[in-house]
């Protein structure tokens, strides 16, 4: 278990259908505007702060055993990601951070500096889901989040917290860099 992990699993790619936010008027795609981030070349560190693996129902404990050492070792080391942002019309895309089309947005606001997100993606029943929230601050060069991720993928159940901060670089480098690649 490693870092990656985090970054796959805040890179949710599911089944293609829109973006539903259901409790605001502020629409998926208008989030980056809204928002006033920059477009371009940003730097982001992520951290995890908290985490545990859970067997999932009828999977072996010793799975969920081994994910969880994994985990351990990973709590507070830093891991840093470079990437270009671009709007995304079937996205949510912020720095470190998107949730694509086949996830279904429950909480979306943004105004006066504040954000706050809550998202669901895949299917439990077809061996994956990930519920996500998130919690920050911003400025049109800045982002800083606490993010709440409870994930099953098979046999294990992860539940993890990360803090992430993000800082706008300047014009992205061409071609651009694929929001949620982390740098190799």
């Given amino acids: 278990m490693n870092i990656k992990l985090l970054a796959a699993t ?15 008027p502020l ?5 980056r505007r809204t928002m006033g981030l920059k477009l371009g070349f940003w730097r982001s560190t992520m951290t995890i702060t908290e985490a545990s693996a859970q067997a999932t129902p009828g999977a072996d404990p010793t799975v969920a055993a ?9 709590v507070g080391k830093m891991t840093t990601v470079e990437e270009c942002l671009w709007d995304r019309p079937d996205a949510i895309a912020l720095p470190a951070f998107h949730l694509d089309a086949g996830c279904t947005v429950t909480r979306l ?10 998202g669901s993606c895949g299917d439990a029943s077809k061996g994956f889901h ?17 993010t709440d991720i409870d994930t099953a993928t098979g046999p294990v159940r992860l539940l993890i917290k990360a803090k992430i901060e993000s800082r706008y670089v300047g014009a992205c480098p061409a071609p651009p860099v694929v929001v949620g690649k982390p740098k190799p």
């Fill in 130 to 146: 990930v519920d996500t929230t998130m919690s920050g601050t911003y400025t049109p060069d800045t982002l800083s989040i606490m």
């Fill in 109 to 118: 606001q943004a105004a006066n500096g504040h954000l706050g997100l809550a």
């Fill in 27 to 31: 629409q998926p795609k208008d989030l």
């Fill in 10 to 24: 805040l890179a949710i790619a599911c089944a293609p259908i829109p973006l539903l936010a259901a409790d605001s």
């Fill in 66 to 74: 081994s994910a969880q050492q994994g985990l351990r070792e990973q």
